[in-house]
């Protein structure tokens, strides 16, 4: 998953610089040329989701999401390893129903084309089930490391 990480965090930084790309230019036809791009609010907000679900991903598995972790840490050692556990199960859970549903969604969205670029929506959509698909397997990961007994902290 290691090498799954490096990669989405070059495409994370592909999509960046694409989403500034696309404004800028958005901006300059809209002002300098007085004209505008009819794709210049869709393509940007497609690849800002794009960004947020495949950085998710990256936050997921480096483990920086938000977590509040006093109680865990208060709890006896035996205790907090299956609270860990049972969490870890619940999020797991969560994301297979997110890529299942997700998988709905977009197959659902194939048969309605975009505004601007007149492709199926449902591409737009995509990074929902990958991304949860992703985070599936870091949480099988982590379950896996969890029962093992080697801790909970980000692979290296």
Request: aromatic share 12%; net charge positive; glycine share 8%.
């Amino acid at each position: 998953m290691a090498l799954v990480n490096q990669g989405l965090r070059w495409f994370i930084g592909i999509l960046i610089a694409a989403l500034v790309l696309s404004v800028a230019m958005g901006v300059f036809w809209r002002y300098g040329l007085r004209n505008s791009l009819y794709w210049a609010t869709e393509v940007p907000n497609v690849i800002l989701i794009w960004i947020v679900f495949m950085g998710s991903v990256v936050a997921f598995y480096e483990r920086r999401h938000i977590a509040f972790s006093a109680l865990v840490e208060a709890l006896p050692p035996r205790l907090r390893s299956g609270l860990m556990i049972f969490s870890e199960l619940v999020v797991l859970v969560f994301l297979v129903a997110l890529a299942a549903y997700g998988t709905q969604i977009v197959m659902g969205a194939m048969n309605s084309l975009s505004d601007a670029l007149k492709i199926p929506r449902g591409y737009f959509y995509l990074c929902m089930p990958i991304s949860a698909a992703l985070m599936a397997v870091c949480s099988i990961e982590n379950l896996v490391r969890l029962l093992r007994g080697r801790g909970t902290g980000a692979p290296s």
